[in-house]
């Protein structure tokens, strides 16, 4: 898949073509992918998986760095949504096979992960869509802003909005995601 | 206020987000009352909003962290290899051997070395930018590095990557998980046990070099092919949580590092990590050995009931947990299979598991894991101890232990109920000192420790009826009979003979036996300054307890050098203003009240009461009897008034303290007497002194020197009050007593003969008077310093005698150099100067020197005429006297 293919399924989606989404995501999906094993191996990361880094540079692999600024915030924002996405599916499919197998009475297996004070990112994923019920804009804001890594100007452009509404969206969603996360 | 009783619509929302955008353009300190106004109709609306407003400031770190989690389980599973061949500081990686919670495990090996080594290395997850931070980590690492033990990985070395990124070099261990190895070989209850009791000897080394796993869990145990246990990541939780602290200035990441289920009630609470926290995971790990299953089933838990279960449940112990597993409700047939098969790995059927568990084995397992960090093991070499004497089907220690437990907190509980004896008295303030020292963390103390508290035991048990066959056993039989087992029994271990000893010695020294107390307290410094060394602080205690001693014998000199020491060392080690340093000067302050040297008395009083105020809410004890010595020596001066406030504030402090029962009280008591006394409140005062004996009695036993001390001071009121008879008999109970406490050579002996001389004289048994105050002051000639106030006032009595017995010649030398004792420590015009004065008077009146006996009459009179009693009546009829006869010259003439 070349570049310019991703570009013209970036411009068909923007037109309003659904199936240009559904195509795009899993040659999004694979370059994270492959992108965040070598982050996660390289030394330099110093191992900390950031999303952020993943997107930009999946978008500067499948798209190539000199683009329209439209069609960059477009792809950022389509890529944040992969994310979300793909870490969810993950998550939930992992929480499923877990309960689903009935058998495991006790596990001699060390826990990898999991502090009280850690949320799970189900109850992101959760308290993202309650959000969505009652202010969709906001709730998308958030996605963008924590799995695309983009900055309040991006969002604002690739919802259509201004970056002031953004800045109202992102403050009160961040001040309501921090309440719930705390209360899961 | 959750969201989940807040319900939203996107009117409602929308009215919250204008809400939320019109306060936060506002300073805080004005958003309360515009919120309130803003929605003055509905209070919930204004209490979300407020609850948005306190919205965790962290949540951006939350939210990445959760979503770079999740990436990590999506992308992050090892697999391929392309690590191989990168290099982290002079390692070259060879192959990603794992994910630890800490961070990716990596299996390399020095690149630039002639031979090759290889090892793991850990690396953080966090990059490091705080300078300091990475200079702790390094001296952390270098405690670590200096760790060896065949059953402890080593760590070589560590570091910070070029991009800050922090890591650790560690022996590799070629081995298998230590619950995967046991059931790999099938290992029966024994050769598991044999494995855990070589892990506690791990733990334990690491303890004595105050290292503390805190994180002991099966993945973190390794065995090798030749089935040695060896211990991985010691003190390294600690390493990866300050540098998680230090980047992201949130405590989170201790928690993530921390698996919920194998933390102790302490780390879940937040409270201090100590030796027993790896005692606690030695239990766990014990029990999922043995039993195969942890002691509640995590995976259907969230963190909050983990967290539940770990501080607030009672956990069953392994045996009960297989019985409920095999026939509590639910998934029956599962559960019994799982339970077999757990069994059929150990070798054994269900039933014998179930029973091989039940007694010791539950016993240690639960012993172990005791909420309470107190209540646990006292070591790890403890554990394993137990852990052989069941291998050996030797009785275990563990029950013993929660005995000497209780005991202890119900001798604590029934402090007042309870002490109702000089038995008990003593031996509180034993168990007071055991209880302190078992607070601290070091393993080694801990042992001595738990060792005076077994002793202890023994001796309570000696006065248990059916031991003592109904013999009634006085504290002292059980002090001596304690003495001398620890002289002949403990030769061997120096520390907690020493330990013993010096208990035993404050046993003593708090029954008034000041001898014995004395020599123990003598021997248990010299065995602390062998075995502790001279620069280890129980040594400066030791010296204090010695000092404290010594006074009451008394050996002022070498008192006052113990106390200087001890109060060198604890200003050098504690700084001038602890509270250590307090009580050194308190004893200063008692010695050179003693010795009669009222001013540096003051002045160490004064010191001593400006640093225990600083700790009041802790030492409230302390503050009042140093309020109470300067109220003592302020007495001493003159000063009543501020006298009676200190005491006053004393006595206060005890009882708001709930103290009414503490030796102190009874010492307040007599104090108080002694002042209501001197200023002329004779009902008040006998009332106080009475009280003070019936306290004493109550608290510290019959005889007592407190006791000797209190009926000195009411036969001098009743002196007072010429009601001489019963005063003679007081006093002379006093001296028998004092003779009997304190042995016939002590200033108080000559001091209660000093009295009993006054009283003899004054009910007109002249001959016995001197021959009483002669043997008081050939006595203080031996033992005080020339030119002790005690002296001063025997000889002032001596010297009223020889007048009544017109023996005024020999009165004048005596009461000539008595005065210049005085003077030595008393301004002239002080009523103990006025008395040796008023005596001097007389005596050249009686020898027909009137121009002298005039000018020390007219002035110690009037110094006298405030202070009513028998000095200043006697000083009248003198001056009384002497104006007869000079009217009588006058007249003659």
């Known amino acids: 898949m070349t570049s310019d293919s991703v570009t013209s399924l970036l411009s068909r989606w923007r037109n309003g073509d659904e199936k240009a989404l559904d195509d795009l995501t899993p040659l999004v999906y694979d370059d994270l992918r492959r992108i965040a094993g070598r982050f996660l191996r390289s030394e330099r990361s110093g191992h900390t998986l950031q999303t952020t880094a993943l997107v930009n540079e999946a978008f500067v692999k499948l798209v190539g760095a000199d683009v329209p600024f439209e069609d960059r915030v477009h792809f950022l924002a389509i890529a944040a949504r992969i994310m979300r996405r793909i870490l969810t599916d993950h998550a939930r499919r992992r929480a499923s096979r877990k309960r689903g197998g009935g058998l495991r009475i006790e596990t001699l297996d060390e826990e990898r992960v999991g502090g009280a004070s850690v949320a799970s990112i189900l109850d992101l994923d959760d308290a993202l869509c309650r959000l969505a019920e009652v202010d969709e804009r906001a709730s998308d804001s958030l996605v963008l802003h924590y799995f695309g890594g983009m900055t309040h100007a991006e969002v604002a452009a690739a919802l259509g909005v201004s970056p002031a509404t953004i800045d109202r969206d992102l403050r009160l969603g961040k001040a309501w995601l921090g309440n719930e996360l705390r209360n899961v | ?893």
């Open chain 2, 1 to 893: 206020m959750s969201s989940a009783t807040f319900e939203l619509s996107p009117e409602r929302w929308a009215r919250i987000q204008s809400l939320f955008d019109g306060v936060t353009a506002l300073p805080a300190a004005k958003r309360e009352a515009w919120l309130s106004e803003h929605c003055g109709d509905d209070p919930a609306l204004r209490d979300y909003v407020a609850s948005l407003l306190l919205a965790d400031p962290g949540v951006d770190a939350t939210v990445e962290h959760t979503i770079a989690g999740a990436a990590r389980d999506v992308f992050g599973e090892p697999g391929d290899n392309e690590v191989a061949g990168e290099t982290i500081g002079p390692y070259r990686i060879e192959r990603l051997l794992g994910e630890g919670g800490m961070g990716m495990v990596y299996l390399a090996s020095r690149a630039d070395e002639q031979f090759e080594q290889q090892v793991a290395i850990k690396l953080g997850r966090h990059r490091l930018i705080d300078p300091q931070t990475e200079y702790r980590l390094r001296h952390e690492r270098q405690i670590l590095a200096d760790l060896d033990h065949p059953g402890i990985a080593r760590l070589f070395d560590g570091g910070t990557t070029n991009e800050g990124v922090p890591y650790i070099v560690m022996e590799y261990i070629d081995g298998v998980r230590i619950d995967t190895y046991c059931d790999l070989h099938r290992l029966g209850i024994n050769d598991r046990l044999e494995l855990f009791r070589q892990i506690c000897l791990a733990v334990h080394h690491a303890h004595q070099n105050l290292i503390i796993h805190r994180d002991i869990k099966p993945s973190n145990i390794l065995v090798t092919e030749d089935g040695t246990p060896k211990l991985l990541d010691f003190g390294i939780a600690k390493l990866t949580d300050a540098a998680g602290a230090a980047t992201q200035g949130l405590t989170q990441e201790g928690a993530v590092v921390m698996t919920p289920a194998n933390a102790t009630p302490e780390q879940i609470l937040g409270q201090p990590v100590t030796t027993a926290t790896d005692v606690y995971g030695l239990g766990l790990l014990l029990y999922r050995l043995l039993s195969g299953v942890r002691p509640f089933n995590v995976d259907s838990m969230t963190p909050s009931d983990i967290a539940r279960w770990v501080c607030e449940e009672t956990l069953p112990a392994p045996s009960v947990r297989l019985q409920r597993l095999r026939h509590g409700p639910g998934n029956h047939a599962a559960a019994r299979a799982r339970v077999a098969g757990i069994a059929d790995g150990r070798r054994l059927t269900e039933e014998r598991l179930v029973r091989r568990l039940r007694g010791d084995l539950d016993t240690i397992i639960m012993q172990a894991l005791s909420k309470e960090p107190a209540r646990r093991y006292r070591s790890a070499g403890a554990l394993a101890e137990d852990t052989e004497l069941h291998l050996k089907s030797m009785p275990i220690q563990a029950r013993r232990d929660a005995w000497t437990y209780r005991t202890a907190k119900f001798v604590r509980r029934h402090y007042v109920g309870v002490a109702a004896s000089a038995l008990i008295a003593s031996l509180l303030v034993a168990f007071s000192i055991v209880v302190s020292v078992q607070n601290r963390t070091i393993a080694a103390e801990r042992d001595t420790a738990r060792e005076v508290s077994r002793f202890l035991e023994d001796i309570f048990r000696a006065r248990d009826p059916v031991q003592a066959r109904g013999a009634n056993i006085t504290a002292n039989e059980l002090l001596a009979e304690g003495s001398r087992r620890i002289r002949q029994e403990l030769t061997g271990q120096p520390e907690i003979q020493s330990t013993l000893m010096a208990t035993m010695g404050r046993a003593y020294y708090n029954l008034g036996e000041y001898d014995d107390a004395s020599g123990l307290l003598q021997q248990a410094l010299d065995l602390g300054n062998a075995s502790f060394g001279s620069s280890h602080p129980d040594i400066a205690v030791l010296q204090n307890d010695l000092a404290k001693t010594l006074i009451r014998i008394p050996e002022y000199a070498r008192a006052e050098e113990l106390l200087t020491s001890a109060l060198r060392y604890n200003a050098e080690r504690y700084g001038e203003d602890s509270v250590a340093c307090a009580e050194n000067l308190f004893q200063l302050a008692e010695l050179h009240l003693k010795k009669g040297e009222i001013a540096e008395a003051e002045r160490y009083a004064e010191s001593s009461i400006a640093l225990y105020e600083a700790f009041r809410e802790s030492h409230p004890i302390d503050l009042a009897k140093a309020k109470s010595i300067l109220g003592r020596i302020l007495q001493v001066r003159g000063d009543l008034d501020r006298t009676e406030a200190l005491l006053l504030e004393a006595i206060e402090i005890l009882e708001r303290e709930g103290a009414s029962d503490h030796p102190w009280m009874a010492y307040f008591l007599q104090n108080l007497g002694v002042l209501q006394r001197s200023r002329g409140d004779l009902d008040e005062a006998e009332a106080s002194f009475d009280a003070a004996i019936e306290a004493t009695q109550r608290i510290m036993g019959r005889p007592h020197t407190l006791i000797a001390a209190t009926l000195i001071n009411k036969g001098s009121l009743l002196h007072e009050r010429a009601d001489l008879e019963q005063a003679e008999a007081v006093i002379r109970e006093a001296l028998a007593m004092h003779i009997e406490t304190l042995g016939p050579e002590h200033p108080m002996v000559g001091y209660d003969q000093t009295f009993l001389g006054m009283v003899l004289h004054d009910r007109g048994d002249v001959a016995g008077a001197e021959a009483t105050l002669n043997a008081a002051i050939d006595l203080y000639e031996r033992i005080l310093d020339p030119g002790h106030q005690y002296t001063a006032s025997a000889m002032t009595e001596l010297g009223a005698v020889l007048n009544t017995r017109g023996r005024s010649d020999r009165a004048v030398t005596l009461l000539e150099e008595a005065l210049a004792i005085r003077l030595k420590d008393y301004p002239p015009d002080h009523p103990l100067v006025a008395a040796t004065r008023a005596e001097l008077g007389d005596a050249w009146l009686r020898l027909g020197d009137h121009g002298r006996a005039e000018e020390l009459l007219t002035s110690s009179t009037e110094t006298l005429a405030d202070t009513p009693g028998r000095r200043r009546e006697r000083a009248r009829a003198a001056l009384e006297r002497l104006e007869a006869a000079l009217s009588d010259g006058v007249e003659q003439r």
